[in-house]
């Protein structure tokens, strides 16, 4: 990487190096084992111009997105969001029974069956056909697409403008900030309202949550540099809400730049405290690889030692950030011996460079292991419920960030 994609700055700082990592939803069936794996390196740069966080574009969304092994709906604390969401959004932006709702990346229709269930006109625009047919199957009307200014353009013909566009847990998957941004000014009315979540980089330095950094995530915002990445589309940012979502994320909604007005209190505040953090110089990164550095030597040390005790340890998930973290740290089946998850699709697969066998959570019961390393520890109030089962046989869960606590699951957390 030579240049900012935002601003096309030259000055790239490194954050943090985790070497090189297969793309982490390349998830691998059982007669690709022998096959050789490309592997990426995963590097990441912030522009001491712009201060957009970044790794090199080096692979593409179609080589990702074209078959997709997440589907949303898989996660209970996730369709609840959505649902909430879609309850807040209808009062807050007054969407009526003639109203028309446009999400980018709809995957399977988590969210927009929400609006279905109203009686609100909507389209999905998601790129992965497997999910898609999915949301189609669930009756969620859904184009097969990138993003793009042209695709934007062709669906307010086709539809007419959109008077909300939703762009979750996207705005950090295209390398092309620029032209996706005006994308979403293409399909938004002009009087229309747009509504991004996307992960708080304030939060992944604050609380080491390294692990969601992979190829494809290109970018990592603050509001700061979210302002400026919407300001590139014609867009320009009226409000911010901070979410606990993803371990701590930022709804940003934006409006066209011509009617926007002044931004509510909210973004000056969230501005101030990235200010204060440090993430406008560089003195706020500083740290941060060191403490990367030290999850992976403390669950390393955690895993090993509980291997020559003769403690079992499995993981529960198999989501993007684990393999990160699981690469990162160079963990294999000898260490943690397989991992589960509630999606049908990574059954009998295996995690991309680990290679670590999926199963079906009932494995977990069955085999009764002392510990469970959660990798999705943004769930972690979801999974703690949802597996306190452990404790049956004196089980123990192990979440790895922002630094490694081992809870003993009763009727409330316990760290040990």
């Not at 994308?183 to 980089?201: C, F, K, N, P, T």
């Not at 990160?324 to 011996?337: E, K, M, S, Y």
């Not at 123990?396 to 606590?405: C, D, G, K, M």
């Amino acid at each position: 990487m030579t240049r900012c994609r935002l601003c096309g700055s030259a000055t790239l700082a490194s954050v943090v190096d985790l070497g090189a990592t297969p793309p982490c939803e390349s998830f691998l069936a059982a007669d690709q084992l022998d096959r050789p794996e490309p592997a990426y390196p995963l590097h990441l740069r912030v522009c001491t111009d712009c201060w957009l966080a970044q790794i090199p574009p080096l692979i593409t969304p179609e080589e990702t997105f074209t078959e997709y092994a997440y589907f949303s709906s898989y996660s209970t604390s996730w369709v609840e969001h959505a649902r909430t969401f879609v309850a807040d959004a209808v009062r807050r932006v007054g969407l009526g029974p003639d109203a028309f709702v446009v999400e980018v990346a709809s995957n399977d229709g988590y969210l927009l069956k929400h609006v279905v269930d109203r009686g609100i006109r909507c389209l999905g625009i998601e790129p992965s056909e497997n999910v898609g047919a999915a949301a189609r199957d669930a009756g969620v009307p859904t184009l097969t697409e990138f993003l793009s200014p042209d695709t934007g353009a062709a669906v307010r013909d086709e539809h007419g403008p959109a008077n909300l566009v939703v762009a979750n847990n996207v705005y950090a998957h295209i390398p092309d900030v620029v032209g996706f941004t005006r994308g979403l000014r293409a399909l938004v009315a002009d009087d229309g309202w747009v509504s991004i979540e996307v992960q708080h980089l304030l939060t992944l330095i604050e609380e080491n949550q390294y692990d969601t950094i992979y190829h494809e995530h290109f970018q990592y915002y603050t509001v700061a540099s979210a302002i400026r990445a919407l300001a590139s589309g014609g867009l320009a940012l009226v409000d911010v809400e901070l979410l606990p979502t993803h371990g701590g994320s930022v709804r940003l909604w934006a409006r066209p730049a011509e009617v926007a007005g002044e931004p509510a209190r909210r973004v000056a505040d969230v501005l101030d405290r990235e200010k204060a953090a440090g993430l406008q110089e560089l003195s706020g990164y500083a740290e941060f690889s060191a403490r990367v550095a030290k999850v992976r030597r403390d669950l390393l040390k955690f895993l090993i030692e509980a291997a020559e005790r003769g403690e079992t340890v499995v993981g529960y998930g198999a989501p993007g950030k684990g393999n990160t973290l699981l690469n990162h740290c160079g963990i294999r089946p000898d260490l943690l011996a397989y991992t589960v998850d509630r999606n049908p699709y990574k059954h009998g697969r295996f995690t991309p460079g680990t290679r670590i066998p999926i199963l079906p959570p009932e494995r977990i019961a069955a085999d009764k292991p002392d510990y469970v390393l959660v990798l999705p520890w943004n769930l972690r109030a979801e999974l703690v419920e949802q597996l306190s089962y452990v404790h049956d046989w004196g089980g123990r869960l192990v979440f790895p960030i922002p630094e490694l606590s081992v809870v003993e699951v009763a009727s409330r957390e316990v760290t040990a």
